[in-house]
């Protein structure tokens, strides 16, 4: 089977991106797994810390593990937003695939030199383990939110440079890079989220030359996302949507059966909208 590489840098060529979808359990694994193998395309997990905690990190990659080798199957785990090289070391050291260094609360040289010690192990332990970083602060919260995050800011001053951006990359080594280009985690309630600068993600792309990462894409319109994949996202993240998907569907399956005390009997209809979700948007993504 190819390496994780090998998948991004192809769907980069042919203009597409891969999907990267967050869990908390094994249902939502499921439903994600159930749409990618149903489209055969290839898919990323992710487990941000505090899903890592819930789930175990160990048993994050025994889960994800068991369906690739099942199966056959190109589903991959990354170690979405983790906070300290520690953290960072661990993830790898259990066996993920791939691990992001968020270090968007700390300075700009800060950044470079840790994320730079978390390429350096990762290399250390497995070359085909992506190392991501972060440039740019979008919010911390997958969650349905009011209004714009604190502490994010979106006009075009306070995005992501592409001159930091070349430096970072030339100082740290990182194979993907997830840049602030008007993107934020979580869905504003009521409407779609802010349009995405197209031209500052094209200017980022020309001048890093590594792939890219679309963060927090719950809420921006297919429009917004096709348009940003166009101009060099490689891998699209989405999580909000998700939750907000699952638990509606529990929600209901409760509601229309109070007695019901299986959970896999009433558990079944969040699997099943967790699917829908993900295949809509593989196939928006993939073009299809």
């Given at each position: 089977m190819k390496t994780l590489k090998q998948y991004i840098s192809e769907a980069a060529e042919k203009g597409i991106a891969i999907g990267h979808f967050n869990i908390s359990n094994l249902e939502t694994l499921r439903g994600i797994f159930e749409a990618a193998k149903k489209l055969d395309l290839p898919v990323i997990i992710g487990t941000a810390e505090g899903e890592r905690n819930f789930i175990g990190t160990k048993q994050a990659v025994a889960l994800v593990r068991s369906l690739r080798e099942e199966y056959d199957y190109p589903i991959f785990l990354n170690s979405d937003h983790t906070y300290s090289l520690d953290k960072v070391k661990e993830a790898i050291d259990a066996g993920y695939d791939a691990v992001i260094f968020d270090a968007t609360d700390l300075s700009y040289d800060e950044n470079i030199k840790i994320t730079k010690q978390c390429v350096e192990y990762a290399r250390s332990v497995n070359p085909d383990i992506i190392v991501e970083a972060e440039l740019g602060f979008i919010g911390k919260s997958s969650q349905v939110l009011e209004g714009i995050p604190e502490?994010?800011?979106?006009?075009?001053?306070?995005?992501?440079?592409?001159?930091?951006?070349?430096?970072?990359?030339?100082?740290?080594?990182?194979?993907?890079?997830?840049?602030?280009?008007?993107?934020?985690?979580?869905?504003?309630?009521?409407?779609?989220?802010?349009?995405?600068?197209?031209?500052?993600?094209?200017?980022?792309?020309?001048?890093?030359?590594i792939p890219?990462?679309?963060?927090?894409?719950?809420?921006?319109?297919?429009?917004?996302?096709?348009?940003?994949?166009?101009?060099g996202m490689s891998v699209v993240h989405v999580n909000t949507e998700i939750r907000v998907a699952f638990r509606k569907a529990l929600v209901k399956s409760l509601q229309d059966n109070p007695d019901e005390v299986a959970p896999y009997k009433y558990m079944k209809d969040c699997v099943k909208a967790v699917e829908v979700v993900i295949e809509e948007k593989l196939k928006l993504f993939s073009n299809l």
């Open positions: 502490g994010v800011k979106i006009t075009e001053e306070f995005l992501t440079k592409p001159e930091e951006a070349k430096k970072f990359i030339d100082e740290t080594g990182v194979d993907m890079l997830a840049p602030a280009i008007g993107n934020i985690h979580g869905m504003l309630k009521g409407g779609l989220n802010p349009a995405l600068n197209i031209k500052r993600i094209k200017e980022i792309k020309e001048a890093v030359g890219l990462v679309l963060h927090g894409a719950s809420g921006n319109s297919p429009e917004d996302i096709k348009e940003a994949i166009k101009a």
